[in-house]
């Protein structure tokens, strides 16, 4: 019966822990400097090859003879082609006294659980094949062409513009040490799949104004440690109440809820910046911090267009050093949901409601479960005490506007 239990435990553990698509870095200096980083997408067979070619890679790195520290960075890129299928590009560089770079992609198609070749894709390869070559030769003109004659289309990607194509320069006998790549822009093709196109950025450049007057009771609900499962669900909630919120986003988890970000932009809410790893600020370097800012930065302007101005501290721990490294402006809060401790979402109404006074920052996490129980009846009684909501940065610029009356 015991073992039974700690059977379904483990049960539950795994497929709770794996339900969300999210991103996976392994950092090191035990073996050379490392960084790897790739997608986990809840695709067995897919997760299956990306982690096998992982742990390939990782392998022959650490059994390779340098005289100097080698660096091994594997970087990857994500895109839904469609409903169905998705393309992942795992990309290595491996630097010692030269540089080596290597590609691998993977193609796979949901509704049949199968990994697609460019044929798949692309009508009549064959009829492309010469024209590709030819433009491949006029680009690398060191390219052995023997070599070129035989190659396969075994690596590309897909984004909103391009299918482009890869070689590893091995293939081509190019003395290049970089990537050998093509860009094919997607309307001179015809595709044998319909390809989603992301909405064009600048949709979503401003954050949309509300109908608020300087008289008004305001408050500025924060959600921290998105996006996740629940995000979703959040909005939900607050576009019944014609509400919004700031979400403070952790950056490795942006890419994989693009949607997510685009929804809470075009619903009136905001999005601020936590860091890229979530790890504790004041340990870190001047550069440290400042990369933590700016790889979320441009993860969120790539999925959305938008640039965050806001920045809140993980733990709620920063110097005055820290401030003066970066141009977003620090935001704390005055309420405190105690969400990460207690259990019930009356506690959490409790540590809300009889606090939150106008112009009040009160914080809640995306990932606890009872801040989002707890949000409809927080929402349903601030607006019966005549509050409105409204995003941070509109929170300041009221506050500046009223200062100046
Ligand atoms: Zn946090």
Known sequence: MKKLFLILMIIFLVSGCTRDKRTESYISKDDGYVSINYPITNINVLDDEISSYINKTYYNFKNMNSKEIPELNISYTYKEINDDIINVSLQTEIRTNRTINKIKTFTYNKS???FLTMEDLVDDLEGLDFEIKKELLEKYQDADMDYLSNISYDYFTI???NLTIYLNPAEIKSKHDNLIYLDIPLDSLKLLVDINVSQKPDTYLSIKKKNVSLDDKVVALTFDDGPSKNTD??????????ACATFFLIGN???FYGDVL??????????GNHSYDHKLLTRLSKAEFQEEISKTQEAIKKVTGFTPTLFRPTYGGYTNALKSYTDLKFVLWDVDSRDWQVKTKNRILNNVLPN???GSIVLMHDIKDYSLKALEEMLESLKDDGYKFVTVSELLELKKLRESE
């Open 112 to 114: 049949n659980d199968k």
């Open 262 to 271: 685009r929804r809470m932009l075009d619903e009136g809410s905001e999005i």
């Open 356 to 358: 939150v006074k106008s």
């Open 253 to 255: 988890k942006v890419e």
């Open 233 to 242: 669900e959040i909005l939900d909630v607050l576009k019944k109440y014609k």
């Open 159 to 161: 984004d909103d513009e």
